[in-house]
C-alpha cells in the first residue's frame, strides 16, 4: 500500500492502545500491516496462514483492533 492510498485509511482507525492514556500493550502488528494483510487476502483469495511472512496466525489477524 502507497503513502497515497494509506492516508485517506489511517485516521479513520482507532489509536493502538499502547499510544492511548490509560496504555496497554504494543500492537503485535502495526495497523498498516494488518490492512495490507487484509488487501492481500481480498485479492489473492488466499487464507491467513499462507501470507508472505509467516508470522500471520488466525489468532493474529482475527484478533486486531481493526
Keep these: 500500500m502507497t503513502d ?5 485509511i489511517e485516521p479513520l482507525l482507532p489509536l ?3 499510544e492511548t ?3 496497554g500493550r504494543p500492537e ?4 498498516r500491516e494488518v490492512v495490507d ?3 492481500y487476502v481480498v485479492d489473492t483469495g ?3 496462514r499462507a ?4 508470522s500471520w ?3 493474529s489477524a482475527f484478533g486486531s483492533s481493526v
Excluded: F, Q
Design 4 to 8: 497515497h492510498e494509506w492516508a485517506p
Design 16 to 18: 493502538p492502545a499502547s
Design 21 to 23: 492514556l490509560r496504555g
Design 28 to 31: 503485535e502488528h502495526p495497523c
Design 37 to 39: 494483510a487484509i488487501r
Design 46 to 48: 488466499c487464507k491467513w
Design 51 to 54: 501470507l508472505p511472512g509467516g
Design 57 to 59: 496466525t488466525a489468532s
